[in-house]
Nanobody, 127 residues
C-alpha cells in the first residue's frame, strides 16, 4: 500500500523559510516523478514543483522559481520542498504527490498525472 506522509508545515512571517518533507512508502522506484502541489482557500489546486528521480530533472511553477527547490533523497524515498523568501500568497495547504512509474519526458505539474497523494500540510505566511 502506497503512502505519502508530509511534515514540516507551519506559520512563518513573510520573507522567512520553511522546509516540507514527504516520506513515501509502499514502493521504491528509480523512475518516479514526485511533485508538490498547493491549494489556497477558494482556489484550484496548482502544481508547485516536480522532480524525476532518475536524473533529478525538475520543473517549477513560475510563481516559485528562484525561491523554492525540490531536493530528493532516493535512498530514503523522500522528497522535500525548501521554501525561501515566502510571501503571503504562498499560504495554502501543500500536498505531496507521486507517480511511481514515470519517465523523464513525463515530469509534470498537472495533478491528474499523479497516482498517489498525501494528506496535506498547512503553510501560513503572514505579512
Amino acid at each position: 500500500q502506497v503512502q505519502l506522509v508530509e511534515s514540516g508545515g507551519g506559520s512563518v512571517q513573510a520573507g522567512g523559510s520553511l522546509r516540507l518533507s514527504c516520506a513515501a512508502s509502499g514502493y521504491h522506484s528509480t523512475s518516479a516523478c514526485m511533485g508538490w502541489f498547493r491549494q489556497a482557500p477558494g482556489k484550484e489546486r496548482e502544481g508547485v514543483a516536480s522532480i524525476y528521480s532518475g536524473n533529478d530533472n525538475t520543473v517549477y511553477a513560475d510563481t516559485v522559481k528562484g525561491r523554492f527547490t525540490i531536493p530528493q533523497d532516493n535512498a530514503k524515498n523522500t522528497v522535500s520542498l525548501q521554501m525561501n523568501s515566502l510571501k503571503p500568497e504562498d499560504t495554502a495547504i501543500y500536498y505531496c504527490a507521486a507517480r511511481p512509474e514515470c519517465a523523464p519526458w513525463a515530469i509534470s505539474l498537472r495533478s491528474h498525472t499523479y497516482n498517489y497523494w498525501g494528506q496535506g500540510t498547512q503553510v501560513t505566511v503572514s505579512s
